[in-house]
């Protein structure tokens, strides 16, 4: 688990991060949500340490981040795995030698070891016969998976991961949130995921936090996201017509659902 809490950051005198706490699950995905320019990246940045916080506390598994000892930041930062949001491949470096490139960095394994670790990884993500290719070869989709592949290399209990579908096709994107939420599972990873893809919130946000202007407006399971009375969430969830019209059928749906159970109950009343 990560816990931030009461995190600030300003720059250049203005305000990004205002006072955000919150809690990010272990085997859960965790989305921070929010239009551009809302502090989702600075955030972010913060958490994995890119950023130093004017205020506030970040704690991996109990242990303090920010202001803990160089040795302790670096065994927690040898655990973190990021995916970023154009994927970051090395384009003079084949798949195999991008996905070995943390091994040789992070880990005191031999040249065995990490063709191993590589070739479990690729085949995890399913793209073990992409070794030998380079990124140019590669499909959007592919330098994802890639990405991901990278990131879980050398073991990783936090995964972070920037606008993963930033760039994707609908059906490539299912793909990838699929791989992420199976991957996060499987191995009991903290994942937090930034995104401004409702589809994606919707349908594998365990847990989702919607920041505007730098603060935290909402937290909380994405069934429950939809019913909400955050103005500004629901400016931004029902901002396109697909989405609106979808919650005019919810709405619909719900008015029938009641006026059956009322129609029931007076049927019960009669019988009486």
């Given amino acids: 688990m990560i816990?931030?809490?009461?995190?600030?950051?300003?720059?250049?005198?203005?305000?990004?991060?205002?006072?955000?706490?919150?809690?990010?699950?272990?085997?859960?995905?965790?989305?921070?949500?929010?239009?551009?320019?809302?502090?989702?990246?600075?955030?972010?940045?913060?958490?994995?340490?890119?950023?130093?916080?004017?205020?506030?506390?970040?704690?991996?598994?109990?242990?303090?981040?920010?202001n803990n000892k160089l040795d302790i930041k670096q065994e927690i930062r040898r655990k973190i795995g990021m995916l970023f949001q154009g994927s970051a491949l090395f384009d003079s470096m084949t798949v195999n030698e991008n996905v070995e490139f943390p091994l040789k960095m992070l880990t005191d394994m031999d040249r065995q070891e990490r063709q191993e670790r590589?070739?479990?990884?690729?085949?995890?993500?399913?793209?073990?016969?992409?070794?030998?290719?380079?990124?140019?070869?590669?499909?959007?989709?592919?330098?994802?998976?890639?990405?991901?592949?990278?990131?879980?290399?050398?073991?990783?209990?936090?995964?972070?991961?920037?606008?993963?579908?930033?760039?994707?096709?609908?059906?490539?994107?299912?793909?990838?949130?699929?791989?992420?939420?199976?991957?996060?599972?499987?191995?009991?990873?903290?994942?937090?995921?930034?995104?401004?893809?409702?589809n994606s919130v919707l349908e594998y946000g365990d847990n989702v936090m919607f920041l505007y202007k730098g603060k935290k407006l909402w937290e909380g399971h994405s069934s429950t996201i939809m019913d909400t009375h955050v103005k500004e969430l629901n400016d931004f969830i029902f901002s396109n017509r697909l989405m609106r019209d979808a919650k005019k059928v919810e709405e619909i749906a719900e008015e029938e659902r009641q006026e059956e159970g009322q129609r029931q109950e007076d049927d019960k009343n009669r019988n009486r």
């Fill in 3 to 66: 816990e931030i809490h009461n995190i600030h950051k300003t720059f250049n005198g203005n305000k990004v991060l205002d006072g955000i706490s919150g809690n990010f699950e272990s085997g859960k995905m965790n989305m921070l949500l929010g239009a551009s320019g809302t502090g989702k990246s600075v955030l972010l940045k913060c958490i994995v340490g890119l950023v130093k916080p004017d205020i506030g506390s970040i704690t991996y598994d109990g242990r303090i981040f920010a």
């Fill in 118 to 198: 590589v070739e479990f990884c690729l085949k995890r993500v399913g793209l073990e016969k992409a070794g030998n290719k380079m990124p140019s070869e590669l499909s959007g989709g592919m330098k994802k998976r890639v990405g991901i592949a990278r990131a879980i290399a050398p073991h990783c209990t936090y995964l972070f991961c920037d606008e993963p579908n930033s760039g994707l096709d609908p059906l490539t994107a299912i793909t990838i949130d699929e791989l992420i939420k199976e991957i996060t599972e499987e191995y009991n990873i903290t994942t937090i995921v930034v995104t401004h893809d409702m």
